[in-house]
């Protein structure tokens, strides 16, 4: 099929949430999230069903906008929906293969993304591995919290401390630093979302009685 210039109603279809254009920018806007958008075909190629590239413009965005995340919209199938920060540390430590013109200057990196079983895989060396590493790690923060005896809303404050310090030792000045205050950024958000997602359902807990089995 051929590219749709206006990508709204894909993502707002595939996600089940509205999404508008933001201008003539390959933006759009949620109610929670502010996505770079790309399309791809789907290539008939056993090593490869969708190509995507991050272009020096994507990386003028991010830093002009409050970009959230990477939407790789493959072809009409769905869409792979990326934290910035994963990108851009993917980016940072040299993980992606990328095109360079006659003059040595950065046209684009390569995205490529295979389906196997219907999960994506191989989007760039080394990214499912720190994106799984990372999904673990946070999920073994939340599972130590759930084996306190503190509820989940005393947490907060000193959990926004622990990464205000750690945000404090490093420079955004610093380009090796950059890569990391994302990172400390995105594993503080997601963080303090699952501890308030457990201090709500603590307020309401199930009562046995009024249980249903099916």
Same mark, same amino acid.
């Given at each position: 099929?051929?590219?749709?210039?206006? !990508?709204?109603?894909?993502?707002?279809?595939? !996600?089940?949430?509205?999404?508008?254009?933001?201008?003539?920018?390959?933006?759009?806007?949620?109610?929670?999230?502010?996505?770079?958008?790309?399309?791809?075909?789907?290539?008939?190629?056993?090593?490869?069903?969708?190509?995507?590239?991050?272009?020096?413009?994507?990386?003028?965005?991010?830093?002009? /906008?409050?970009?959230? /995340?990477?939407?790789?919209?493959?072809?009409?199938?769905?869409?792979?929906?990326?934290?910035?920060?994963?990108?851009?540390?993917?980016?940072?430590?040299?993980?992606?293969?990328?095109?360079?013109?006659?003059?040595?200057? %950065?046209? /684009?990196? /390569?995205?490529?993304?295979?389906?196997?079983?219907?999960?994506?895989?191989?989007?760039?060396?080394?990214?499912?591995?720190?994106?799984?590493?990372?999904?673990?790690?946070?999920?073994?923060?939340?599972?130590?919290?759930?084996?306190?005896?503190?509820?989940?809303?005393?947490?907060?404050?000193?959990?926004?401390?622990?990464?205000?310090?750690? %945000?404090?030792?490093?420079?955004?000045?610093?380009?090796?630093?950059?890569?990391?205050?994302?990172?400390?950024?995105?594993?503080?958000?997601? !963080?303090?979302?699952?501890?308030?997602?457990?201090?709500?359902?603590?307020?309401?807990?199930?009562?046995?009685?009024?249980?249903?089995?099916?």
């Amino acid at each position: 099929m051929s590219y749709p210039g206006n !990508l709204s109603q894909v993502l707002s279809e595939s !996600l089940n949430k509205p999404y508008d254009k933001v201008g003539n920018l390959p933006l759009y806007r949620s109610d929670t999230e502010l996505v770079i958008a790309r399309w791809s075909q789907k290539y008939r190629d056993q090593s490869i069903d969708y190509w995507y590239g991050l272009k020096a413009r994507d990386f003028r965005l991010v830093s002009d /906008h409050p970009v959230t /995340h990477f939407g790789y919209v493959c072809d009409y199938d769905g869409v792979l929906m990326l934290p910035k920060e994963i990108v851009l540390n993917s980016v940072s430590n040299d993980k992606l293969n990328k095109s360079l013109n006659k003059y040595g200057e %950065l046209i /684009h990196y /390569h995205i490529r993304l295979c389906n196997r079983d219907g999960q994506m895989e191989k989007l760039l060396p080394g990214f499912n591995k720190e994106a799984e590493y990372l999904k673990n790690l946070i999920n073994e923060m939340i599972n130590i919290i759930k084996d306190t005896a503190v509820k989940p809303s005393k947490i907060i404050k000193p959990l926004r401390m622990l990464f205000s310090e750690i %945000l404090r030792n490093l420079s955004a000045n610093k380009r090796q630093d950059r890569p990391k205050i994302d990172l400390a950024k995105l594993i503080e958000t997601a !963080l303090i979302e699952k501890i308030e997602q457990m201090n709500e359902q603590s307020k309401f807990p199930l009562n046995p009685s009024s249980a249903v089995l099916t």
